[in-house]
């Protein structure tokens, strides 16, 4: 019988996983796909949020703001990438003018300080923004918001949870649940991995959390999948922009930004509209012509001649409008981090510190674990000093051969990216870890070697390695032995 059994390794559940993973409890989390970090987590804008946006006195404001002033610490505690360079959300009429008081007024009701907060006229906004349109007349500022690389994170999270002791069972997809006496019954489609007894079960399945919370409660809430589409430009763009930069949200949601990532590429995106498959992550021309004329209006030197790639992600909203969190009356013992649309990704840590102690309320024992260890240490060339670099060289040499040109990733970083607890096994699982094949190349050039070093490390015919998700071949199956690179 374990403690606690999450269901989704996204943000929120990886999250959670870490939280409980200070305490002496056998936890297991159950993920479908073959790795974290597969559904809304993959693909969105990757930027904690300020706070300013949500309604006051909702789960979506206490949590993002809470969440916001956790994250620099947890980025660095994990060795993921954090820049807190700040956002505009700018006016282009005066109607928006008077949007962008109230969003200065929402920012103080939802507890971002005063001193972190400001309304930039056009002069003051031109001197942060020097490529801003000349039509934009003002700016609403935020200096606590942030780039992260959400991917990195929940992988990091994850990562963090596994090396303290949590159990992680991926390719395993939650079927039934049934109530028992002592907790829950689960089964899966991993044969491996089933008919697991658990004291308390939480639901984390982002898209899909109706469907897991009508198996074993009164259906009370729908998800609805609101889909947003991007490009992403080479790093020579991403200082087109200094900050975060949004127009007036709408109906639709915060609206189409432009900014930086984490990693100096340029963001731009997304729109926003419903669709049927929590799991369908496909850009459409129509969805992306209009990204690119919206971010035109911020700033209108975009180029999109160095567009890298286009993406999409699924953001999972609850019928009943917020973030719902906590335990389900009716089932004792069965708790929801579900709807957790945006700032989802800046918000589950809070979530995570929360959830436990809702927990422990009901029953459930902590006894804190001395042994818990908060840091991750991961070398990664790219962001190391040039003395970092000759250091890692000097106790291993792989740290100085560099297999991805673009992004400078090193084969001794591929091999920890595999080896590491809870490792990757795909293209896309060793990218989500070291940012191969994220460059301007985007593979062109390295791929094959990366693909004869995954076999190599994992004793596996290069036929066998997945893309990204399962079935993703890059290989043919009649191929056998090590790819030409
Ligand atoms: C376009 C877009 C932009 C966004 N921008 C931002 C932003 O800039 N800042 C911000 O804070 N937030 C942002 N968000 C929101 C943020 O990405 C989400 O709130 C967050 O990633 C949700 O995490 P999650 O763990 O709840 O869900 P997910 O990441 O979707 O994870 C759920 C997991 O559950 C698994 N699962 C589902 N069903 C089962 C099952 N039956 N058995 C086992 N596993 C299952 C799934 O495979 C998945 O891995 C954005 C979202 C989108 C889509």
Known sequence: MRDVVIIGAGICGSALARELS????????????????FGSTKANSGIAHGGYDPEPGTLTAKYNVLGNRMMEQLCKDLSVPYKKIGALVVAFTEEEKKTVQEIYDRGIANGIPKESQAIFSQKELRDKEPNI?????????????????????????MESAVINGVNISLNTKVESITKTEKGFLIKTNNPKCTDIETRYLINAAG?????????????????????????????????????VVFQCPSDKGKGVLVSPTAHGNLIVGPNAYFIDNPDNVDTTPEGLEEVRILAKKSIPTLSYG???????????????????????KEVPGFFEIAGIKSPGLTSAPAIAVDVVNMLEKSGLALKQKLSFNPHRIVVH???????????????????????????????GEIIDAIQR???????????????????????????????????RELNIDPSEIFQDKNGSYLVEKSHKGKVND
């Open 306 to 328: 160095s567009n890298l790639r286009n993406f999409s992600g699924n953001r999972a909203e609850a019928s009943t409008g917020d973030f719902i969190i906590g335990p389900v």
């Open 381 to 411: 060339l790219d962001y190391s000093s040039y003395e970092e670099r000759s250091r890692y060289i000097q106790a291993n040499p792989l740290y100085g051969r560099i297999v991805c040109r673009c992004e400078n990733v090193s084969e």
């Open 207 to 243: 898209g899909f959390a109706d469907k897991i919370h009508n198996m074993i409660a009164k259906p009370s809430y729908k998800i609805k999948v609101r889909r947003g589409e991007y490009y992403l430009l080479d790093k020579k763009y991403g200082s087109l922009t200094n900050t």
């Open 133 to 157: 349109a000349s039509e934009a007349l003002e700016a609403y500022w935020c200096s606590e918001t942030a780039v992260i690389s959400s991917f990195e994170l929940c992988v990091g999270l």
């Open 22 to 37: 200070k305490f002496q409890l056998d936890v297991l989390v159950l993920e479908k796909e073959n790795d974290v970090s």
């Open 421 to 455: 607890p809870n490792g990757g096994r795909s293209i896309e699982g060793i990218k989500k870890r070291t940012r191969i094949c994220a460059g301007t190349c985007q593979g062109g050039f390295c791929m094959p070697r990366i693909v004869n070093i995954i076999a």
